[in-house]
């Protein structure tokens, strides 16, 4: 029986690796627009209602060292939090800086987060005998007292992979559903 298990994941990794290596990262990019659509005052208008529930942002921050290409948009050495947002059927990255909408950029796939994903990538947080005590209390009383109950941020996951003809594909984990973008290392 364990047998059969390893090698039924034995070929699904192996499948899974070759459909990998046939995406065209390079007609891919040449294939997304280039967005022409703005914000107001560069704000997000989703932003609050991802935002109310929480005490600190939900969305991943994610820590640019190096200067990133797509097409005309230079996006420049950083600290950016990256927020999904739908527009008119297209789904697109949007990079904030200092709470405000520095640049948006086209998500090429979008599909859901494999239903135990989080569990197997994310660290445990190693937690003090008091923190311990703390949480427990906490989830007491939402347990029994319903109007007190905190509800959860959304769990985050960033994957950046170097391509080759200098590519680098990004892949935003956020919540249920995970998000594609690919750019250029190399301005053409």
């Known amino acids: 029986m364990i047998k059969k298990i390893f090698i039924a994941l034995f070929f699904s990794l192996i499948t899974l690796s070759t459909f990998a290596k046939d995406v065209d990262y390079e007609q891919i990019y040449r294939d997304l627009p280039v967005p022409t659509h703005k914000y107001v005052h560069g704000i997000d208008p989703g932003e609050y209602y991802d935002m109310k529930d929480s005490a600190w942002s939900p969305y991943p921050l994610f820590r640019l060292t190096g200067p990133l290409f797509f097409k005309t948009i230079t996006i420049e050495p950083g600290y950016y939090l990256l927020t999904p947002r739908e527009h008119e059927g297209s789904w697109y990255m949007l990079f904030k800086e200092q709470g ?17 994903f989080y569990d197997e990538n994310l660290p445990k947080p190693q937690l003090t005998w008091s923190q311990r005590v703390h949480l427990n209390f906490l989830d007491f009383v939402g347990k029994h007292f319903a109007s007190s109950k905190r509800k959860p941020a959304p769990q985050t996951y960033l994957e950046a992979t170097d391509l080759d003809n200098n590519y680098l594909s990004l892949v935003v984990y956020w919540g249920s559903h995970r998000y594609y973008m690919v750019f250029r290392t190399v301005e053409l």
């Open 100 to 116: 405000k909408i520095k640049y948006i950029i086209p998500v090429y796939k979008r599909d859901i987060t494999p239903e135990f």
